[in-house]
Nanobody, 124 residues
């Protein structure tokens, strides 16, 4: 079992920023694709952003619209999601995920492992 640990969620006003972090085991962080998902109440889980095993390739969902940045820090085996200009419809539980491939699966595909999630709430 792969343990992924998210942190950095919280409550911010519309237009605010948050940075989510995901700690992963070194062999996962350096060898496999990773991503961020979110699930709002009453909605299905959806991919937000994804990054390849070396960090050279990234993917963003259309709704990101240039507001979020996914990145990896090889020094501390941590993946980040910098979220700026947050909106109320960004409110959701955000999950870190890892897939046992080097490049992100197609949008809509499930990943092999997920973290427990961190709540992000954006107030109007």
């Amino acid at each position: 079992q792969v343990q992924l640990v998210e942190s950095g969620g919280g409550t911010v006003p519309t237009g605010g920023s948050l940075r989510l972090s995901c700690a992963a085991p070194p062999y996962v962080f350096r060898s496999f694709a990773m991503g961020w998902f979110r699930q709002a109440p009453g909605k299905e889980r959806e991919v937000v952003a994804a990054i390849s095993y070396r960090g050279a390739s990234t993917y963003y969902a259309d709704f990101v619209e240039g507001r979020f940045t996914i990145s990896k820090d090889n020094g501390d085996n941590t993946m980040y999601l910098q979220m700026n200009n947050l909106r109320p419809d960004d409110t959701a539980v955000y999950y870190c995920a890892a897939d046992l491939t080097k490049y992100p699966p197609p949008p809509g595909a499930a990943y092999d492992y997920y973290g427990q999630g961190t709540q992000v709430t954006v107030s109007p």
